[in-house]
């Protein structure tokens, strides 16, 4: 959740610092702070609320120049977000620093044993016991890694830890168990951070950390070791953007630059999917095909977002495979006792590599002798590290919480792994896989030509400000759209927003509709599955007979909805497995403009965190 920074080397350690927490901010903003070593000394700074908040203390009270320093940016789980609460925590004797991202489970046991050795904690969060730990440690040792690597073995959960110490000058510490950290390497200085996007308009040359290791960090050196102080390895890899892919580019919102720049994502994640043999091709498969026509059931593992982009693969893939594939949400799958074995392969999708709940059950599943397909946007992240294959989605950074064009292209992704699978197994031929790449290819375009059309869109948002609820009905693959539509409203605009498969109407919901209701309907193209189509014209009748104010998606030419529609929103005519692929784009734009409209934060909505690294 929570965003870290570390540096040292010869620039100013604070202003270091802080930039990268403005690029970090997303994964947290309630409460911000630093840490910097000058003169055999700790300064620190920290203020509940948004990252202006310390700004403004540093202005009104500076602290020391130093050229190393550590910084965090917070997503409140033990305490609430207050001064006290926020991070950096240190020492009764102030000589340690410590900045920490995810859950120690065995604080409240180590946090009595300290009180009971006299010393005196003041937060309610289970981060500062690690410092007055560290302090102890450190006592002895005189070694700051080493005490880093004693007090890892203490601690129970899953943490990042970033530490500096006033008697170590030029010397940052990290530690890491299933919670993110990378390191940047630069000329004469180093850098450690949740996320590249923290020190990219410093260097783009990362290293990625596994589990449970202790890295330190000098201005000439970058040193990993194990827990028990063996030498650890690690990969080094180079960032293929750069500073300007983070930064808003005229856009009031990330959300906005976000959402504009899909179709170019969208044709990113295709690029060179198809080899010289003409056969599709995934970033890594490290799973024989011999395997793969073996599985006989496929199992998709993910959260939020991207667990709706595991339903709509569900159709594609059982469809394009013939294979039965069940969706699961992460955070209860593995607590059901699934059934898994040697021939189920699992398929995780993730934005960010760290989503805690899809790691704790991708390592689930691989226990139980199950292959794991990773469909991800970050590389070098801990999902992509510990599966069997990886297809890697080049969404670029997506800094805004509500997720956009990560959202399509894990469609995109998902899409070609239905695919890849459907070639191994040889239920597609590669002329029919090749006409499928070629109709997602034509999507970027189409893509394109909704995001031309949303005037009308934003209008309407804007005129809905004061409703309290929107309903959201689908059928088939418009199904997990309209899940996606109501999760976007309640993200960004507060509002109850819900999403059905108008199938189940009259099997309760239709309740729920009242007079001038917003009831927005996703609705199939009427080529191929006409019946479909019908079905959900009549489900928009009964909605409208009801009183409900029709919000109609239909693809361009489909006049059998104009008569019911009260606003019709267009969009290009698609195969009918992709048409989610831009029926979804004027959901993103009407829940922004609408959050916009109600005055609510677009890119940090209340109580929610980019990437969720804790249960």
Known sequence: MCGIVGYVGPQSA???????????????????????????????????????????ELADRPLPAGTTGIGHTRWATHGGPTDANAHP??????????VHNGIIENFAALREELT???????????????AHLLAEEFSGCADLAEAMRLVCRRLEGAFTLVAVHADEPDVVVGARRNSPLVVGVGEGEAFLASDVAAFIAHTREAVELGQDQVVELRRDRVTVTDFD????????????????AAEKGGYDYFMLKEIAEQPKAVADTLLGRIDAAGSLTLDEVRIPANVLREVDKIVIVACGTAFHAGLIAKYA???????????????????????????????AISQSGETMDTLMALRHAREQGAKVLAICNTNGSTIPRESDAVLY???????????????????????????????????????????????LSSVSGAVERVLETMEPVRELARSLAEKNTVLFLGRHVGYPVALEGALKLKELAYMHAEGFAAGELKHGPIALVEDDMPVVVVVPSPRGRSVLHDKIVSNIQEIRARGARTIVIAEEGDEAVVPYADHLIRIPATPTLLQPLVATVPLQVFACELATARGNEVDQPRNLAKSVTVE
């Open 14 to 56: 604070l202003d270091v610092v802080t930039a990268g927490l403005k690029r970090l901010e997303y994964r947290g903003y309630d409460s911000a702070g630093v840490a910097v070593q000058a003169d055999g000394q700790l300064a620190t700074a920290k203020k509940a609320g948004k990252l202006v908040n310390l700004e403004k």
């Open 89 to 98: 925590h240190i020492d009764n004797a102030g000589r340690v620093a410590v």
């Open 116 to 130: 009971e050795r006299g010393h005196e904690l003041g937060s309610e969060t289970d981060t500062e016991v690690v």
């Open 229 to 244: 102080g063996g030498t650890a390895d690690v990969r080094a890899y180079h960032v293929d953007w750069d500073a300007s």
């Open 317 to 347: 893939i059982e469809h394009w495979t013939r294979v039965p594939c069940e969706v699961e949400l992460a955070s209860e799958f593995r607590y059901r006792d699934p059934i898994l074995d040697q021939q189920t392969l699992v398929v």
């Open 393 to 439: 989605t080049h969404a670029g950074p997506e800094v805004a919480v509500a997720s956009t064009k990560a959202f399509l292209t894990q469609l995109v992704a998902c899409y070609l792994v239905a695919l890849y699978l459907g070639q191994v197994r040889g239920t597609k031929w590669a002329d029919e896989i090749r006409a499928v790449v070629r109709d």
